[in-house]
């Protein structure tokens, strides 16, 4: 099924200052893949009844690679909601079946800042099977802290995970911000919505 992602602004390679940003673009999606970039109207035109309008508003880019990641899900620990613990790490001992849970709510958490990708090494089972299960791409790492928003270690330009293409994954983010700038100083919480391999798996409620 074809879906169409609209924003009011869409910027395809935050990494490449050459790359253009389009006003009210969109990205079309089909099955995984990104099948075409460009400004709504025209891909609009183009898909015509066949697919399904998402509009969000806000900026649109790639999905962020959290260089945490390893930390995040090996050493911090992720509360289930029912231990009324909050949603933020925690450093506390837990056994492997806890760690388990945990990096699963890590991941899921993550994916509310527009995370498509983690950096490792991930050396526990649990943690390998979670983040295998989740679709995230595992990358390699040099096992340093850092929280859940990507953005509060560096640049939006460094930690976009690989630029969208057509014909490449459909991984992306779109963020409550009118501008690369603005999500800069803004952080990577005013996430709206990820879509990872085309499934849309966290919008903001």
Not at 96 to 116: D, F, I, P, V
């Amino acid at each position: 099924m074809l879906t169409l992602h609209r924003a009011a602004l869409l910027v395809a390679d935050p990494a490449d200052p050459a790359a253009p940003s389009i006003t009210d673009g969109a990205v079309l999606v089909d099955g995984s893949a990104v099948a075409a970039l460009g400004p709504f109207a025209d891909l609009a035109a183009g898909a015509g009844a066949a697919a399904r309008v998402r509009d969000w508003g806000g900026l649109l880019l790639p999905g962020l690679r959290n260089p945490a990641g390893g930390w995040l899900l090996e050493t911090a620990y992720h509360p289930d909601p029912r231990e009324e613990l909050g949603a933020e790490p925690l450093l506390v001992e837990v056994g492997e079946e806890a760690r388990g849970g945990s990096a699963r709510r890590g991941l899921q958490r993550m994916l509310g800042y527009g995370t498509t990708a983690v950096a490792g090494p991930f050396r526990l089972p649990a943690v390998r099977t979670a983040v295998t299960r989740s679709g995230l791409a595992a990358l390699p790492g040099d096992g340093r802290s850092g929280g859940l928003d990507p953005l509060t270690g560096g640049t939006v330009a460094d930690l976009v995970h690989r630029p969208l293409a057509v014909g490449g994954p459909a991984d992306f983010a779109v963020f409550a911000a009118d501008s690369v700038e603005e999500l800069q100083l803004r952080g990577a919480g005013c996430c709206l919505a990820t879509v990872l391999a085309g499934r849309l798996l966290y919008r903001r409620r």
